[in-house]
Nanobody, 113 residues
Framework: QVQLVESGGGLVQPGGSLRLSCVAS????????MSWYRQAPGKERELVAR????????NYADSVKGRFTISRDNAKNTVYLQMNSLKPEDTAVYYC??????WGQGTQVTVSS
């Protein structure tokens, strides 16, 4: 069955960095676009970044452009989200998503001093 397992979340100070990972199984990873979404308390889930395959074309939410980078390693069935210059408003649960409609369980990111 399809599994998406996120890791790498945690507590970080404003201006800090984190790298999220999502390991996929149960499907041919290299054939599908992958995305990261996030959901803050009381808010709707929103798209953060997306990467296609093949080609590796990327797009980002305006709020994270220039700070976050999505990448993938098809040999490892893994998609990453490098998050730099983190802000308190980046605090949310971050979810991995595959384009045919499956979600990971999420990983909490908290940006606070």
């Amino acid at each position: 069955q399809v599994q998406l397992v996120e890791s790498g979340g945690g507590l970080v100070q404003p201006g800090g960095s984190l790298r999220l990972s999502c390991v996929a199984s149960g499907f041919t990873f290299s054939r599908y676009a992958m995305s990261w979404y996030r959901q803050a308390p009381g808010k709707e889930r929103e798209l953060v970044a997306r990467i296609t395959s093949p080609g590796g074309n990327t797009n980002y939410a305006d709020s994270v452009k220039g700070r976050f980078t999505i990448s993938r390693d098809n040999a490892k069935n893994t998609v990453y989200l490098q998050m730099n210059s983190l802000k308190p408003e980046d605090t949310a649960v971050y979810y991995c998503y595959v384009s045919f409609g499956s979600w990971g369980q999420g990983t909490q990111v908290t940006v606070s001093s």
